[in-house]
């Protein structure tokens, strides 16, 4: 079966140039999967590619979404950007996914007005796959900063497939994420959230779970809305880059030190990586059309690689489907 | 000056007798300053304390508040508690604050009730001491879930004020955890409350913070509603576990990397210090009438050492005072 996914390398911190040698690499590791890949870069940048594999063609738009750009203005002022021409190209049936470095706001209002929602899902979810103890996924981070219980409830539900599909993980374990583990815990929010996530059969709800729970690998799905994930995920990510920060200090402290920093390279090298969200290459929407999947705005080739290989994963796994067909009408039911 | 603090050494996790070491060295420490304890124990610990210098004295309850306690039914239920009887001497003028290792709801329902808020201050906020790049007060950590942005302004003065006199940070800066540094970020609680903040003179506010620059020493105060501040609290206590297990796993991996441990001994040491809100001994009430320190639950002899203190500082830095005067009077006009 051949899955073809538009990747906008234009957008993030590193030139176009380093995204596509990780584009590159995927294209060549999964040629036998029937990966293609359609690169969207200027005309400037398309310039600056190497030679490309067979299984990898590229389109060109003029404009570039900035990191700095609102959202908002987007779909008027850059309709001709590699951002929405990655979207567009989705949406005539030409690619079958997204992966985009770029803004994440802009990257969500594009391809929520471009690839849309799937009927009945009332709202898109951003997740996140966090390595740690064990990867779970972390979800909404941020693409909507209210929510309700109901809204919760889709993004259990959403989350659990995708870490079954994607993941891999075998009857996941859903969580909330909240300030005690008791049932009525939390904001209203969470107390009622808690009774839907209960008493929904499909979920293996494993009920609420505190942030001192999260690394140890507490959950395969952990449930919030967007303006609690967003802290979290960052939070995460800080003290991530605080823990390699000082173990590097550490290291370099003495030259006894340093020694020791040379004898236990291998082991930090791998700790390094549970730490590095960037290790699972991106961050998937859920509940669009289409798969579509923001690689970290700092990605370099290796990373990239692995976001376009997680889009690859999206695809394969039929997440989509069982979302659209599974969910969707019980979320119509219950809200409408 | 005399300072007397009570010291509930029952319902933390570890025994009364082990509480009491820590008590006991306090004592000692800073007999010079003043400091005189009174040990609240039940007959039954009471009995199993060590020979007291001449500044402790021990009073007795029969109850005992265990950590799985409603906090709602302490006031009718645990009347004749220890924790209950340290805030009764804090009102009765005969203690000048309050430290305990127990049930941290529990404490703040009855010191919120016995000691009571300062005239003015809406809501009492529980703040925390967090080490890592460079200390900051975390605030509020879950004494009250919800927040209103005028709240939030309450919460920004108290820990500015508390910075400055018991961290001893002049001009302490300000921020609100958000989801990003932009002045409009955030649910409407948040934007609204960066109005607030940015127009309140007598603050160093400094906006927005994001979850990844918290580790990094990015400001001294850092406010947020209790339910994103509890959560944000166990995330950086859980991560700073997991660094601390996954770093002993390194050097346990091999021969030659626990050589490599012993080599770096001190340093993880260090390390493993900023990664502890233990190490700081406790977190403050702001907004109560007298100091009430809450030790962590799992405090040992050292730790417990640290809460009181925090507790001596609280009451020497004239926070309370401070409080009272300046904000108390600002606050009623803002919301009365």
């Given at each position: 079966?051949?899955?073809?996914?538009?990747v906008d390398i234009m957008g993030g911190d590193n030139?176009?140039?380093?995204?596509?040698?990780?584009?590159?690499?995927?294209?060549?590791?999964?040629?036998?999967?029937?990966?293609?890949?359609?690169?969207?870069?200027?005309?400037?940048?398309?310039?600056?590619?190497?030679?490309?594999?067979?299984?990898?063609?590229?389109?060109?738009?003029?404009?570039?979404?900035?990191?700095?750009?609102?959202?908002?203005?987007?779909?008027?002022?850059?309709?001709?950007?590699?951002?929405?021409?990655?979207?567009?190209?989705?949406?005539?049936?030409?690619?079958?996914?997204?992966?985009?470095?770029?803004?994440?706001?802009?990257?969500?209002?594009?391809?929520?007005?471009?690839?849309?929602?799937?009927?009945?899902?009332?709202?898109?979810?951003?997740?996140?796959?966090?390595?740690?103890?064990?990867?779970?996924?972390?979800?909404?981070?941020?693409?909507?900063?209210?929510?309700?219980?109901?809204?919760?409830?889709?993004?259990?539900?959403?989350?659990?497939?995708?870490?079954?599909?994607?993941?891999?993980?075998?009857?996941?374990?859903?969580?909330?994420?909240?300030?005690?583990?008791?049932?009525?815990?939390?904001?209203?929010?969470?107390?009622?959230?808690?009774?839907?996530?209960?008493?929904?059969?499909?979920?293996?709800?494993?009920?609420?779970?505190?942030?001192?729970?999260?690394?140890?690998?507490?959950?395969?799905?952990?449930?919030?809305?967007?303006?609690?994930?967003?802290?979290?995920?960052?939070?995460?990510?800080?003290?991530?880059?605080?823990?390699?920060?000082?173990?590097?200090?550490?290291?370099?402290?003495?030259?006894?030190?340093?020694?020791?920093?040379?004898?236990?390279?291998?082991?930090?090298?791998?700790?390094?990586?549970?730490?590095d969200p960037a290790e699972y290459g991106g961050a998937?929407?859920?509940?669009?059309?289409?798969?579509?999947?923001?690689?970290?705005?700092?990605?370099?080739?290796?990373?990239?690689?692995?976001?376009?290989?997680?889009?690859?994963?999206?695809?394969?796994?039929?997440?989509?489907?069982?979302?659209?067909?599974?969910?969707?009408?019980?979320?119509?039911?219950?809200?409408?």
């Amino acid at each position: 079966m051949k899955i073809t996914i538009a990747v906008d390398i234009m957008g993030g911190d590193n030139p176009a140039s380093e995204l596509a040698l990780g584009a590159v690499s995927a294209a060549r590791m999964f040629a036998a999967d029937g990966l293609e890949l359609i690169l969207v870069a200027t005309p400037e940048a398309a310039k600056t590619l190497p030679e490309l594999p067979a299984n990898v063609s590229v389109r060109t738009a003029e404009g570039v979404v900035e990191m700095t750009d609102d959202p908002g203005i987007v779909m008027k002022d850059k309709k001709d950007s590699t951002l929405v021409l990655a979207c567009n190209l989705c949406k005539e049936g030409i690619a079958d996914a997204v992966v985009s470095a770029g803004n994440t706001g802009a990257l969500f209002t594009a391809a929520s007005l471009i690839i849309r929602r799937i009927k009945g899902v009332r709202r898109a979810a951003l997740g996140s796959v966090i390595p740690l103890e064990s990867p779970f996924v972390l979800l909404d981070c941020g693409a909507n900063l209210d929510a309700t219980p109901e809204v919760l409830l889709l993004y259990a539900k959403m989350g659990a497939i995708y870490a079954e599909n994607v993941l891999g993980v075998e009857n996941p374990r859903v969580a909330l994420l909240n300030n005690g583990t008791e049932s009525h815990k939390g904001t209203p929010l969470y107390s009622e959230a808690y009774k839907l996530l209960s008493a929904e059969e499909s979920l293996n709800f494993v009920g609420n779970c505190e942030g001192k729970a999260v690394p140890f690998g507490a959950c395969d799905v952990l449930v919030c809305d967007g303006f609690t994930g967003n802290i979290a995920l960052k939070l995460i990510e800080g003290m991530g880059k605080f823990m390699s920060k000082s173990i590097k200090d550490i290291f370099h402290a003495t030259t006894v030190a340093k020694a020791a920093g040379a004898m236990t390279f291998r082991h930090t090298k791998k700790l390094k990586k549970k730490l590095d969200p960037a290790e699972y290459g991106g961050a998937p929407f859920l509940g669009l059309k289409k798969p579509v999947i923001k690689a970290h705005g700092s990605s370099d080739a290796h990373s990239f690689f692995s976001a376009i290989k997680q889009a690859l994963m999206y695809c394969q796994g039929g997440t989509i489907e069982k979302i659209t067909e599974g969910l969707a009408k019980k979320t119509e039911e219950t809200e409408e």
